[in-house]
């Protein structure tokens, strides 16, 4: 059972990048999926889930309506897109996938398995 997410890297603010969670040795279609990140200091964040039939998303307000979580049952891997990237939403990502069917809320306890996290920059 393994996440591998990818996709970070450096951009400028206002610019776009799209993260990446491909997951082996398991079927997402049945868990609700999700996007956490810490910044350097803080506390890791829940930013977004999508729940398994696709037709319900959750954002954290410091990212609603500039990034977009997916999903594709086909390719088992789910995705981030980010958009009007400010330097705030510096942080390392992890993808996860939740013990339910379902998203309802972000404690760790909720959250079955995780990605090794990969690292967003944004600087001018």
């Known amino acids: 059972v393994q996440l591998q997410a990818s996709g970070g890297g450096l951009v400028q603010p206002g610019g776009s990048l799209r993260l990446s969670c491909a997951a082996s040795?398991?079927?997402?279609?049945?868990?609700?999926v999700g996007w956490f990140r810490q910044a350097p200091g803080k506390e890791r964040e829940g930013i977004s889930c999508?729940?398994?039939?696709?037709?319900?998303?959750n954002y954290a307000d410091s990212v609603k309506g500039r990034f977009t979580i997916s999903r594709d049952a086909a390719k088992n891997t789910f995705y981030l897109q980010m958009n009007n990237l400010k330097p705030d939403d510096t942080a390392v990502y992890y993808c996860?996938?939740?013990?339910?069917?379902?998203?309802?809320?972000?404690?760790?306890?909720?959250?079955?398995?995780w990605g090794q996290g990969t690292l967003v920059t944004v600087s001018s």
């Open positions: 040795g398991f079927t997402l279609d049945k868990s609700a």
């Open positions: 999508i729940n398994y039939s696709n037709n319900n998303t």
């Open positions: 996860a996938t939740a013990r339910g069917a379902w998203c309802i809320g972000w404690s760790g306890l909720l959250w079955r398995s």
